[in-house]
């Protein structure tokens, strides 16, 4: 009896130490649960941001050694002597593209500059799991994957390096040029004008590279759900307290937690008593008039801190352009596209019962002012009225668009539309060229930002159709009320 006792209470035991280790082990488990599809998004990401970062610095790099080769063409009419007092431009842009074109890293010591808080923690949670990669399902794959990915993130880290000295060569090289140029007096207007051209290029790379750093900070959805769970993990919390890049900015010392150590420091309570003697020997109305200048000061604040994020698009690069930057010309063509949706409500006629016109459209932006795009509509019909709603297919129609900024947030709208007004059940209907009628409409829109994250830019339209007059039957409307939402 004794011995089975024993049995069942070493069994037991082992059961229960079975189900600690296998607690223990559930944060792991559950934060690395999907590791692959995060090691292969942030693999595909850097891998992209890296190639795209290295095309941009050749292409502005050539476009400044030919902007700078036009400027000392001009400069050496003007001045035979010029070419002594610069360096040779095509010696100095070659070597800088050679060593982009080559991937050798100008400087791999020291920061890259701008502290870009998710690419820390994404470096920091690959280095975290290639030193603890028993955690993960052993898989051949994940750990290719997985050195793959980390070694990109540190190939795009010293890229980004790479291009912030490039950044000071190229700013270096503007004040060369600038202190040659102050030599002469009253230049004609075509050496300042390429000089000018010159800072203008020089101001796009700088706010190129700046772009990139953002799309770092834009996390797709994959990457945030894998980081949120990997914070899950006291291990990985741990970790990163000791090894990200943050804490080596703000080392704290390892006896920080000791009270003991504290001894001889103001408390809170202190500090807070001191303010308010020090508040009330001023008067009566010293709390209202202390809260009424902090809150001046901090409108000063944010209102000097806006102008520095125009001036520097958020970063260290105050270079004080004297043009207007266009903010669309670092964006690329992807980037460049806008989508839409909007729907139109049709009285009930002779011709067709009551119909909702439900829209969508694709757009690229010329300009902050301007856009074209086209698009496509349906028509569903609601029956004749509120007593008889029935819900049929009414008709597709086809849609171009331009819009072109007049004043604040009103554009001047104008478009070409080909309408099918009769309903169809087979394909071949739509090659029934009677039954299509044109819209050429002009008119006005407005664009309101309601609350909600799918309505911030709420486009409300007036337009009128140029059209309408000619068309045989009048079955559409001159005037048309649409309300739309921009992506």
Known sequence: MQKTFLIVAASLCLLCQAMYSQDQSNPFDKALKVPFRYLQKVDDKFSHLDNQLSR???????????????????????DAKISQRLNDPKKFYGELINKVNNKINIDKSGPSGEYIPYLDSIRTSLTFLEQNNQLLSQTKDIEE??????????????????????KELLRERRAQIKQTLSRYTNLPNRITKEYAGYTKELFYYS?????????VNNPDRITKKALSLLNESNAFRKFSQQYSQLAGLFTLPASYSNMQNLGGLQTRAQVQGLIQTQIAATGPNANQMITQNLQAAQA????????????????????MPDFKPKNLKIKSFWHRLEYGTNIQNTRSNYFLPAQSELGVSIGYKL???????????YKVGLGKDIRHLTITGQGIGFRSYIDVKLKGSFFGSGGFEYQRLKPFRELRQLYELDAWQQSALIGISKIVSL??????????QLLWDMLYTQQTPRMGQPIKFRVGYTF
């Not at 609350?451 to 409300?460: A, F, Q, S, V």
Request: charged content about 35%; proline content about 0%.
């Open 56 to 78: 941009q610095t050749e292409k502005y790099l050539q476009k400044l050694a030919r902007q700078e080769n036009r400027l000392t063409q001009k400069l050496s009419k003007y």
């Open 145 to 166: 994957k997985l050195n793959s990915s980390l070694a990109q993130v540190k190939q795009f880290e010293s890229k980004l390096k790479q291009t912030e000295r490039i």
């Open 207 to 215: 706010a190129q590279i700046k772009e990139y750093k953002d799309m």
């Open 300 to 319: 000063q604040l944010n209102k000097f801190k806006n102008k520095l994020n125009v001036l520097g698009k958020g970063s260290g690069d105050l270079d």
């Open 367 to 377: 300009s902050e002012k301007s856009s074209f795009g086209v698009g496509m509509n």
């Open 451 to 460: 609350k909600g994250k799918w309505t911030k830019k709420t486009k409300l």
